[in-house]
């Protein structure tokens, strides 16, 4: 089995990458572009076929990869996934996540080819979100409040638009928010861990810089996302979509915490105006149980243990 992933060295791409290689006869392709680093993926590589002169945004390259993979699954990864560039490039965050994905069915329809496609979405999907809405299930309205959000809802209606129209095999996703080992600096658990890292190594003044931290998310490990996905290749419904998220929601203030109670060092706190977003979700809580009662699936790692993971990480790095 040929499985292709985009944006493969990425935070996600990467751990994919290596749960499928605990898998038997799965072939694993990537593509990445030229200029992204491959660090996450560099102990990786002999065992992997990469491709790094494809862009989603170029459909020609795009046809060239298919047309030499021939993939039986796509995980459709690739994206500008980080909320606040949205605010500053909105425009290049459209068109990487949605031009981008439909240069890549647009490039499967004109090769004749229809894998089974993942489209990776977002909570931040749903957006505005009322009291009496909360935990959020698949058939909520969709207000996303940045532009990010509104991209992704652009790729799940796309995903959506082209099942129906052209009989495309995708599964669309809605995960919630996900952290662990590897995660970008710019992503609240991962920027707390490294600026916790820095500290203890007295390369940061014992100040931590916060945002919003009465802002609820729901958070589940990378590791648990992977199983997820792989779950809805095996058992999704074509066309349908699926939350992804542990069901219990935590305020990045207690995310601080639980990230203070992992080390020695005595750290103060303080507010950074820049980390502030123009409008927040206030809270992102899901329900899942539309694909635990498809696929059995469930977080098995313990949100703890996860941010212990994610400052380990850091503090081999920093």
Request: glycine share 6%; net charge positive; charged share 25%.
């Amino acid at each position: 089995m040929k499985v292709l992933i985009t944006g493969i060295a990425g935070f996600v791409g990467s751990h994919f990458t290596e749960f499928f290689l605990t898998k038997k006869n799965i072939d694993i392709y990537g593509i990445e572009r030229w200029k992204a680093s491959t660090e996450n993926i560099e102990h990786l590589k002999d065992k992997i076929k990469l491709y790094d002169e494809c862009d989603i945004n170029d459909i020609v390259s795009m046809r060239d990869i298919l047309k030499k993979v021939k993939p039986d699954f796509i995980i459709h990864l690739a994206a500008q996934s980080f909320v606040p560039t949205s605010w500053t490039a909105p425009a290049e965050t459209i068109k990487t996540n949605m031009i981008g994905e439909v240069n890549l069915f647009e490039a499967l329809r004109s090769l004749k080819m229809n894998p089974k496609i993942i489209v990776a979405g977002s909570s931040e999907e749903y957006g505005f979100v009322k009291s009496n809405e909360v935990p959020i299930k698949e058939t909520n309205p969709l207000r996303p409040l940045s532009p990010y959000g509104v991209s992704k809802v652009g790729q799940d209606l796309l995903g959506y638009q082209y099942y129906k129209s052209y009989g495309l095999n995708v599964i669309r996703t809605r995960a919630f928010n996900h952290t662990g080992p590897r995660r970008g600096e710019g992503f609240v658990c991962s920027n707390f861990a490294k600026q916790i890292a820095l500290i203890e190594k007295k390369k940061q003044k014992p100040i931590i810089y916060v945002g919003n931290l009465n802002a609820k998310r729901d958070f589940t490990d990378v590791r648990d996302m992977v199983r997820a996905y792989w779950a809805l290749m095996q058992k999704g419904k074509l066309g349908d979509v699926y939350n992804i998220c542990s069901g219990k929601a935590y305020s990045i203030k207690q995310v601080l915490n639980m990230l203070l109670t992992l080390t020695k060092a005595s750290i103060k706190i303080k507010e950074d105006s820049s980390r502030m977003r123009p409008s927040d979700v206030p809270v992102l809580l899901g329900d899942c149980m539309k694909m635990k009662k498809l696929t059995g699936w469930k977080p098995a790692i313990p949100f703890k243990k996860t941010l212990e993971d994610t400052l380990n990480y850091w503090r081999e790095r920093v």
